[in-house]
C-alpha cells in the first residue's frame, strides 16, 4: 500500500531572521553584559560605580571657577566647586618651574628638538637624520642652561677630533686598536686640558653666540621631571649595556662587581639613593666639592635605572637561543664584534617594551626629588600651597598634576604595546 | 672560548698581557679590580677627611641615646624615654606590617582584576582595564596623597559620632567605626581558658590540612572527589565553637567606644596605615592584575580547549587546568613585585606613617645629625629585605620550573 | 672613561674651591650669596605666582646681598625642606641658612652651626575648634595632635604631653600646608606648630572665629640665620645686618626716609649708613654704606615684618615680643660702634 504524500517541500525555507537578542544593540548587550546571573550582576555594580564616582565629580569639576585671585574668592563665590584658578595662575610653574618667564621658549624647543631626536632611533626609515640624535644632547643642556653656545659644542668638537684622530692613526699608521685608543685618548685630553679653554674663549670673541644662563635652581615642573627622566634612561642605557654583559661574563671579578653593584641598586628604594644624593654624595667627594643638586640627582637617577635596564637587558640576552652565540663565534667574530653585529641588535629589539617601561617607571619616580627639596611637580604643589593666597587648595593641584603623568605614562605604554606588536609580527 | 695553544717558545712580550687571549682575561680582572679598589678607597678617605673636616666621627652610639620623640602606632612598647634603636625597630616592623598587609591586599585585587579583565562583559573588562592604567600610570606617590586625603575628607571625625542625634553612626551592630582618624574594631580580649580555645583552633586547622591530604590521595587514587571545602569549614568552626561555649565564653569582645577626643579601646587602624596600605595595595594590584593576564595568556588555548572537550566546568578549567600552569608564569613577577611595594614603603613620610624611614631615616637623623650611620643601617635593612625576598625567588625558580626536554 | 670623570670632578671641585674659612671672599668671587631658605613656609618663604621668591626670611637674605653687593637681588634661594637643610649648609651649597630654624644648644654645638641672632621670637602654640570647648592645653588628656615631622615641635610636644601627665596621639604630617588640612578635615583634634604660623593660617580659615589658638606657648622657639661654625668674620657679618635692621627700626630709619638722615645728630645712625667720617664697616670687609643698602633693600625690621607677617600680607600678625624693645618688644640690638 502506498500512502499518500501529504506534503513534500519544494522551496528551501528562506533563513529567517536572527532573534532580536542575538543581533544590533539587544544582541551585543546580551552577549557581551549580561551574558549569565554573574555577569548581569557585576554590569549592574559596575554602572553604578561609575554613576556614583561621576555624579559628585562632574558638577565639582563642570562648575569650577578658572578665574578667581585666590582661593578665598573661590570660597566666597561657591565652596562646593573646585578651584582652578591655582592652574591659571601656576601652570606655568607647573610645567617650567621658576624658569624666567621669557625663556620659556627654550624649554619648549628642546622638548620638541627631542621628539625629533628620538625618531631616527625608533624609525630606521630616518636613520638618514641620526646626527641630529647625536647632538641632541649638547643642544638640549645648552638651551636648558644657556651661556656660551662654544662652551658646549667644544665637547664635540674635543670628542669629534679624537675619533678623527684615532681613525687617521689606524688608517694610517698603526693596526694596534688599543694603543691607538690609548693614543686618541691622551690626546683628547690634552686638548680639553690645553687647548679647548683659549679656544671657547677665541671663539667667543669671534662670534659670541650665547643664551642667558639660567641655573639649575630654576628648573622645576614638568621641565625637571623630563630632563631627570630622559637623561637617566638615556645616560643608563650605554651603562646598562655593559653592566648586562657583565653580569653574563665568564671574568669573575666583572662579573661580581657588576652583580653586586645591580643587586645592590635594586634592592635599595629610589628615595635612599636620593637620600644619599641630596646629603651623603658630599661626604664621598674631596673636601670642598660642591656640585649641581640637579646633576647629582641625575647622577644617582641614572646608576639607579642602569640596574634596572640591565636587568631588562638581561632577559633580552636570555631570550637569544645560544645557537646565535654560538654561530658568532664559530664565524671567527671576536667577542665585541659578535655583540655589536649579532647578539645586541637582537637582544635590544626584544627589550624595547621592558626599556620603555623602565622609562615610565623612572619618569613617574622623578616625583620623589620633591622629598629632597627639588620642585618638581609634585615639590612645587607644596610651595604654592605654602602661599597665602593658595593655601588650602588640594584636589585641583594634585588632579591636574596626576593627569598629566597620567596622559605621558599612558601614551608611552601604549606605544610600547604597538612596538611589541610590530615586532611580533616581522619574526 | 678556547683558542689553539701557541708553541710554549714564544717568548712572553708585555703586550701580550692585552693581546693574548690566554692572559687578556686574567689582565682585564686585574686592571678593573685595581680600578674599582681605587675609586673604593678614594671615596672612603674623602669620607674620612670630610668628616674630620666637620670635626665628626663615625658612631653608633646614638643607638642607644633617648629618642625623646613619640611614635603614634608601635608594634613593641615604645615611649619617648626609649632609645633611637628602639625607635627604629618600631620603624622596621612598621614597615614590615605595611608590606605585608599589603602584599597581601595587592595579590588578591590583582588576582582578582586580572581575572576579571579578561571577562567576556564588556563594561566589566572596561572598567578593569581602567582600573590598571589609571594605577599603573600615575605616581606612586601621588596615589598615597590622594588616598590619604581621600581618607581623611570622606569620613566622618569621631565628633560626628557624638550627641543625640549623631551624625555617624557605627557600623555592624555599633563595633566598628570608620572616622577620619581611622577605623575602630572590637578587640578580642582573652580571658583565662582562652588558650584552651586557642589549642583547640590550632588543632583544627592541622585536622583539616591533614583531611586535605586525604582527599586529594583519595581523589588521584579513585577519582572520586570529596566535598573539602564544606567539611573543612565544619572542623574548623564546631569543635572550636562548641569549646567556646562549653567554657562560658571565655573570649569576649571589646568594642571601641567614643571618650573624650577620641574612640577609646579596640583595634585601631589608623589613617596613615590605611592609606599607605591602600595605595599600595591597588598601585601594586595594578602591577599584579597584568601579570596574572599575561600568565593566564601565556597558558596554550588549546589547554583549555582540552579541558573542555574533557566536560570540564570554566570555573574548574580555571582551577585545575589552568591558574596552576599560569603560576609557574606568574609568581617570580610576583614576588619582585612584592619587593617593589616592599621599597615603595619607604614613601611613607608623605602621609606621616612612621616607617623604618620615617624614624631611622627621618627623626632620628634630623635629631642627631647622623645622617651618614643613619642612611647605612636603613639601605642595610632595605638591601637584606630585597637579599631575601630574591633569594626566594632563585628557590622557586629552581625547583618550580617545568623541566624541558 | 673613569679617569675622565674624576678629571671632571677634579676640576668641579677645583672650581667650587669650598675652602670654609673666606665665605665672604667666595660670596664675592661667586658674585651672589646662596641663601637657604624654606620650600614652603607661610609668610617666611614661598614663591609668588610670578615666581618671585617672597617671605621673612627671603628678605633677610635680599638685605645681607645688598649689604655685600649693592644689589639686593644678587642672591639665590636654594629652597630646603627640614631634612636637608643642616647637610646643606654642612656642605656649603649654601652660605646661610634663613629657614624659620629653631636656635637650640644642640644645634649650636652638636651640628656644629652658628646662630646669627634672632630674627623671631616664636613659641609652640596650638590650636583647636572652639566647638571642642577647650580653653587650655592642660584639657588636651587623650588629645589627637597634628606636627610637622623633623622639627623640634616634636620633641617639646613630647616632653610638655610628659611632664603634665597627659597621653597624646601624634599624627606627623609632612609640612605645614598638610597639618592644616588634617586639623580642617577634623582628623586631629589639635594642631601644633610655632604660634606665628598658627595665628597666620586662623586668619585664612574659611571661618576664623570658630577657630581658638590656646593661650599657652609650651616652648621658646627663638629662629634666627644660621651659618658654618669656622667663619667668624662671616658671622659677624650676618649678625650685624640683621642687628642694623633692628636698629634701623629703633631709631625710625626706613625704606623711605633713609635718604633723609644725613643732617642728623646722631653718631650711631651715621655710622650705620656710613654717612660718617669713620668706616667701621671695613673691619669685616664690607663696603661703608652695606648696611644703607640693607635697610634700603626691604627697609628695617619693622617693614619686613609689616610685609612679610604684619597686615600687608594678609597673615596678621600681632607684633608682640617681637616689637622693638622701645615700643614694649624684646627686639634689642647692641650698639652699632
Redesign the interface.
Known sequence: MMTKIAFVRKKEIPPSAPPITEVGLIGWLRQNLFSSWLNSILTVLSVYFIVVILWDFIPWAYGGHWNTKSLRECLDLDPDVACFSVLTARWKQLLFGLYPAEEYWRPTLTFMFLLLAIVPILFPRFFRFFWFSIIYPGLAVWLLWGGSFWSISIVYIGLTLGALFFLSLIRRYLKNYMVAAILAFLFTVVFFLFISNPLVGLLNVILPISLPFVESLKMGGFTLSLIVGVTGIVASFPIGILLALGRQSNLPVIKMICVGFIEFIRGVPLITLLFVASVLLNYFLPPGTNFDIVLRVVIMVTLFSAAYMAEVIRGGLAGLPLGQHEASASLGLTYWQSQRLIIMPQALKISIPGIVNTFIGLFKDTTLVSIISLRDPVGLASTIRADQKWNGIYWELYVAIGLMFFIFCWGMSQYSQYLERKLKTDK | MSSPTLPPSESFKFSMLLSDTRYRGLSLQVITFIIFMAVFFWLVDNTIKNLALLDKDVSFNFLWLRAGYDINQRLIPYTSDSTHGMAALVGILNTLLVAFVGCIIATVLGLFVGILRLSKNWIVAKLMSAYIEGFRNVPILLWIVMVFALLTEFTPAPRAFKGAEPEATMLFFESVAITNRGTYFPAPVLAEGAYWLLLCFGLSIVAVIYFIRYANKQKKDTGKSLPTFWISVAVIIFPTLILFFAMGQPVSLEYPYLKGFNFKDGIHLRNSFLALTLALAFYTSAFIAEIVRAGIMAVSKGQSEAAASLGLRPNKIMSLIILPQALRIIVPPLISNYLNLTKNSSLAIAVGYMDVRGTLGGITLNQTGRELESMLLLMGFYLAVSLLISSFINYFNRSFQIVVR | M?K?F??V??A??LA?????AGTLDDVKARGNLLCGV??????F???????KDVGFDVDYCRALAAAIFGDPMAV?????????R???L????VDILARNTTWTYSRDT???QTFLGVNYYDGQGFMVKK??GVKSTTEL????VCIQ??TTT??N???YF?ENGMS???????????S???Y??????TYTTDASALH??RV???NPDDHLVLPEIISKEPLGPLVR?GDDNWADIGRWVLNALVIAEEKGITKANIDSWKDTKDAEIHRLLGTGDDDILAMVGLPKNAMYNAIKAGGNYGEIFENNLGAT???NIERGVNASWTKGGILYSPPFR
Not at chain 3, 38 to 43: E, H, Q, R
Not at chain 3, 76 to 84: I, M, Y
Request: net charge negative; hydrophobic share 40%.
Open positions: 673613569k675622565l674624576l678629571g670632578l677634579t668641579l671641585a667650587a674651591s669650598g675652602t670654609f624654606s620650600t614652603g613656609a607661610p609668610g618663604a614661598t614663591v609668588d605666582d610670578s615666581g639665590k634661594f636654594v629652597g630646603l625642606t627640614s631634612a636637608v643642616f647637610t646643606a654642612a656642605a656649603g651649597e652638636d651640628l656644629k566647638e571642642l588628656d587623650g588629645a589627637t615631622v623633623g616634636e620633641l610636644l613630647a616632653d610628659k597624646y596621639e601624634p599624627v606627623p604630617t609632612a609640612d605645614n600646608a598638610e592644616q588640612q588634617q580642617l578635615a577634623g582628623a586631629c583634634d597666620g593660617t585664612n580659615l574659611e661654625h600680607s594678609g597673615i
